[in-house]
């Protein structure tokens, strides 16, 4: 089991930046980012294993960055170059086993997720 508490979310104008954070009670092979705005589906967004391999959607490449911490398990997600598309719940979650891939349906541990919103 672990347990994931996700911090640092906030609203932000369009442009700007932000960084989210998990703590995990201990550490998991695979560790990454979803989020789900109102109405949609849940995407993956970043994920990231225990070697710092990571992978992103094709939609936040280049803007945000996924990293860990494994001295802490905490997980952080840098946001920049924020659109007002990526406003949504952002979740935390984690999968002990190879391989880590952006499919929610494969992590059985989450967080209770931060809200990050951006205005235009």
């Known amino acids: 089991q672990v347990q994931l508490a996700e911090s640092g979310g906030g609203s932000v104008q369009a442009g700007g930046s932000l960084r989210v954070s998990c703590q995990a009670s201990r550490t998991a092979y695979c560790m990454g980012w979803f989020r789900q705005a109102p109405g949609k589906e849940r995407e993956g967004v970043a994920v990231?294993?225990?070697?710092?391999?990571?992978t992103y959607a094709d939609s936040v490449k280049g803007r945000f960055t996924v990293s860990r911490d494994h001295a802490k398990n905490t997980l952080f997600l840098q946001m920049n170059s924020l659109k007002p598309e990526d406003t949504a719940m952002y979740y935390c979650?984690?999968?002990?086993?190879?391989?880590?891939?952006?499919?929610?349906?494969?992590?059985?541990?989450w967080g209770q997720g931060t809200q990050v919103t951006v205005s235009s």
């Open positions: 979650a984690a999968y002990p086993l190879f391989p880590c891939g952006l499919r929610g349906a494969d992590y059985p541990f």
């Open positions: 990231i294993d225990i070697y710092d391999l990571s």
